[in-house]
Each structure stands twice: as C-alpha cells, then as structure tokens.
C-alpha cells in the first residue's frame, strides 16, 4: 500500500510542485491542514516560501507548531522543506514587521548568508553524513536552492560513538560559508533546498523519504 | 563543490502554444510547451523561462494551464514572465505551479509594485526583467550609458539601465534578467560591458540574456559576472544543446550541474 502524505497547506505560495514530486514517487498525496488527516498520515510535508515571520504566523494560524509536536511525540514523519525547515529552528533574523519565534524543535538562529550575491540562487551539491536515508543515491547531485537565510550553525551533538544510532545526521551545503542543508533526526527531517524542483536527484531523495514512510 | 552557473532556455508562449519557430528532433508536438519542457529538463536544462506573448485576456487562463501542465511534469524550477501587471497575477501564478515570476513594464510605470510582490511573496520569486539598449543620438552613433525600453526595446523610457536594476534589487527583486535588446538575434554574443555594469551595480543574481551564438558566448557572459545564462532561438533550432553549452561553461572554469 503507499504510503499516505500529507502536504501542510498553510498558504504557503507554490505548493502544487510538492504534491506532485510527491505523487511522481508513489505517495497518496493530500494537500490539507485538517487536524485529523494531519495527524494521521504516514508522512507530513511542511513547505515554505517567502519571509519566515510570515510562513511561522500562516503556520500559527493552521495550528502547525502543535500538530507537528504531535506527530513527533509519537515518532511520525515529518518534513520541513526551505522556509518549512527554517520554522523548525528557534528563530530567524529575517527582517519583518511582525516577529515571529520558531517552532524551537531545533536549537538555533536561522541567519543571512554571509555570501556576495543573495539569494543563494540555483543548483549546489552537498556534503552527505555516511548513513544518510534521504541522499542515498543521490550523495555527488546537486540539489536547487533558493534562499538569503539559512541555520550557519548546528547546535545539538552529531552521530559519535555509542550515540551514534540516534544521533541526527546533518548534511551541509557552502555559500559563502558552510550552511546546514539537510537534517535526518529521528521522525523529523529537513531540507533547505527544493527536492521538489531539483529534478531527477530531487525524486530520488523525496522516493527515499516516501519509502521509509 | 560551488554553485553552478544555470543554463536556461526560454520558450515564447501564445495562447497555450510556443511560438517563434521550435525546431526539434524527437518531438511528437513542437509547438507544445509541456513536451518541449520535458525535452529540454531532458537535456539538462537548469530552470525553464516561459515568456506569455498572449495579448488577451482569455488567453491568461490557458496560460495557467500550460504553467499547471508543466509544473505537473517538469521538476525543475518554472519561471513565468509577460503581462504581469499586478499582485493578483503573481498570486495566480504561483498558484498555477510557476516557482518564479517575471517583473517588466508594470514595475517601471509603477516601482513601488516590485516591494509588494516581494512583502507577499518574498524576493526569490521575483525576476526583474530589463529589456535594455545603448543610448544612441538621431543619426544612430552611440551616445554612451545604457537605457530601459518597452515594447520589446522599441520605446524609450528614459531610466538608465544600470540605475534601474540597482533600484529594483534595492525594493525587493530576487534576480535581474538582463536582455540587451541590442544583441538579441544577433547571434554575435552577449552585451559583456552592460553584464559588467550591472553586475557591480547589485548584490542579487544576474541572468544574462540576448546574443548568444556559439558555446563560447556563454562563457564570456559568465565570466563578465553573470550569475545565468539564458538562450531561445540557438537552442530551439538545435543550433547548440544544452550539453555543448555546459562544456564550454566547464571549460571556462564554471561549474555546471
């Protein structure tokens, strides 16, 4: 049977790219922000575009934070992909009228690319932990990024030792200095690019996620 | 590692068709943009441009259907651009599965337009597209400086290029796409000295557009500073692939996906 994502439509712009990448790779995909589908699916897609402040407030208003700590607690899958995997942090320096803290799953700031020219616009290839679910096969692809923010840093200990099982794996990306690119913690996943839109590399990684689902 | 340099092509779309002249092998339909897109993400294309040529407005929504077509088929990133006036056309646009839309006319008559796209939507979906000429005097000798034009670099708008594109990067723009109405279907290369003067001029990405002829132009442009390359007719009559192209990126030092 495949499995059951649902896409978190919280009026975050292009989402229509995410549930079809999704279908492409097998998945029976919704686009809803129905507590009860959300909570039930096999797998959450969290997407996000434009300023954080405002995907956090969209966010908010669909009650997202709540319905994503639920579905962690209960070690369900989740994915935040840009801006949906920003929100996972403690908070972004974005500018904005009206600021918004992070959903805080992460610790951490989410930061302006200290780069020449912003946004980091276009296909970059990443630096994949050994292990890694999502990029198996896909480790030397590049992947399409469209962002001037990003976490710099990552805070929490990395696989090591007996640890080493359940500890997340953190997958890094340079522009202008390295950056965080991709998370695989427990349940919750994130990606600071676009698998959606990163072509044939993109699929894979989304029918690696859908798999494990 | 390093970001690569985007290649892109760009297909004119009326009324649901590609127009000015698609010649490709391999194709059941030319004039379909869905199968040209397929074709040329097939080939390596790094994003696609649609540029909508369509004058009426009944033919806007068979527009966003060939965006939503293609965004259901095509997996790489969507740029749509012509007859956007306003927010409610970005939005529709968005909505309809393109990932980035382009800015022209509407943003000089009202600048302030390009700030409440990018409030709304963010900066990354908005490509501020330039059609730009040089300066010339009555008897056509070059008169210095660069200029914005309408109507397909036909009329003057009296704003200097390089100006401009700093003042649209500065309200909210993502990218410039810079067409040099001077090179474009000239098959003789890109307008390197305007590449350079906008690109010391903003901080944003650059999309170089109008001249390209050979592999090696696309190198130059990249090397005066351009962050992209884009390209209609020498990849739509087969003229180059994508795949020579990127070689002489490569060999150029770039790097290419």
Redesign the interface.
Known sequence: MSARVVVLDYGS??V??AV??LE?VGAEVELSADPKLVAACDGLFVPG???FHACMAGLRAADGPRLIDVRLAGGRPVLGVCVGMQVLFDGSEEPSAAVEEGIGEWPGMVRRLPA??????????V?APAGSMLFAGVETE?F?????YAALEWELPVADGAMARRAPLITT???GTSFVAAVENGPLSATQF?P?????A??QLLRNWVGSL | ??????VIPCLDVDAGRVVKGVNFVDLVDAGDPVELAKAY?AQGA?ELTFLDVTASSGGRETTYDVV?RT???V???LTVGGGVRGVDDVDNL??????KVGVNTAAIVRPELIAEIA???????LVLSADVRRRRLRDGAPAGGFEVTTHGGRQGTGLDAVAWCARAAELGA??ILLNSMDADGTTAGFDIELIELVRAAV???VIASGGAGTPGHFAEALDAGA??VLAASVFHFGTLTIAQVKDAIRAHGHPV?
């Open positions: 712009g292009n229509r790219s079809r990448a492409h575009v434009g300023n020449e020219i912003v946004p980091h616009m276009g296909w970059n290839t630096r590049s399409y990024f469209v962002h001037s990306c340079d522009y676009h959606e839109k990163s072509g044939a993109g699929l | 590692m390093a970001l690569a340099a985007r993400d790094d939503r965004a259901e088929q997996f790489i990133p968005l909505r309809a599965g393109a990932d409030d709304r939507f963010g900066a990354q979906v993502g990218e901080t944003i990405p962050d992209a996906r």
